[in-house]
């Protein structure tokens, strides 16, 4: 199976450190799509971003920034200048475009941020 | 604008015991459903996806089936449950025209098996 990877089980920081979440994905498919989601303590999944295949641009959301780097099968997250609120599990995905285009997603990486 | 309504949001089930989840969709038509499970501190498991009515497909052998009875309709069952089945249960769906879009989850049932 074509897995999403994400080594860094738990993650804890300091309030306003900027900290970087890994994501590296196994794939097959020449076109695909990534994504992350957030997951808060209710467990609802928030999602964040999409990113295509063909699309390198690293991209910047507020404090939020992507860097997708094909070469290497990676989707990275960073998060600049962390807050509290910030504190959730995160989660890598890729979706397969066969198979009912469902969703493979990593193991997820909890991160604490401490006042 | 289209909504996805999960429940219960909480369960607590004796072994042995049937279950029955339900995930309806509002507001879009054929969508793609889909059943994860997120076990205490793990990631999401995929259990079910369907791309239409009565066709479910499994991707992990387990104590639970699906059904969709109806276009946006997806129940996840079990005739008994086991210790095991214990989890969060999210149902998501996604538009089947366009593929590139994210899915869209339920706000999940947490089910204890006791």
């Known amino acids: 199976a074509q897995k999403v990877t994400q080594a860094q089980t738990e993650i804890s920081v300091v309030e306003k450190e900027d900290v970087t979440l890994d994501c590296v994905y196994e794939?097959?498919?020449?076109?695909?799509?990534l994504f992350w989601y957030k997951q808060p303590p209710s467990g609802e999944l928030v999602f964040l971003i999409r990113r295509n295949s063909f699309d390198e641009q690293n991209e910047i959301s507020g404090r939020y920034s992507w860097n997708f780097q094909k070469s290497t099968s990676s989707f990275n997250f960073t998060i600049t200048a962390s807050q509290v609120v910030d504190s959730a599990v995160y989660f890598c995905?890729?979706?397969?475009?066969?198979?009912?285009?469902?969703?493979?997603f990593g193991e997820g990486t909890q991160l604490t941020v401490n006042p | 604008s289209q909504t996805i309504h999960q429940w219960p949001a909480t369960l607590v089930q004796p072994v042995g015991s049937p279950l029955s989840l339900e995930c309806t969709v509002e507001g879009t038509s054929n969508p793609n459903l889909y059943w994860y499970r997120q076990a205490a501190g793990r990631g999401l498991q995929l259990l079910f996806y369907s791309v239409g009515i009565g066709q479910i497909s499994s991707e992990v052998p387990q104590n639970l089936s699906a059904s969709r009875p109806q276009d946006r309709q997806f129940i996840l069952s079990s005739k008994k449950l086991l210790l095991s089945d214990s989890g969060f249960y999210l149902c998501?769906?996604?538009?089947?025209?366009?593929?590139?879009?994210?899915?869209?989850f339920g706000q999940g049932t947490r089910l204890t098996v006791v």
């Open positions: 995905a890729r979706c397969d475009l066969t198979s009912g285009s469902r969703l493979t």
């Open positions: 794939t097959r498919d020449t076109t695909y799509y």
């Open positions: 998501a769906w996604r538009p089947p025209d366009r593929l590139n879009t994210e899915a869209f």
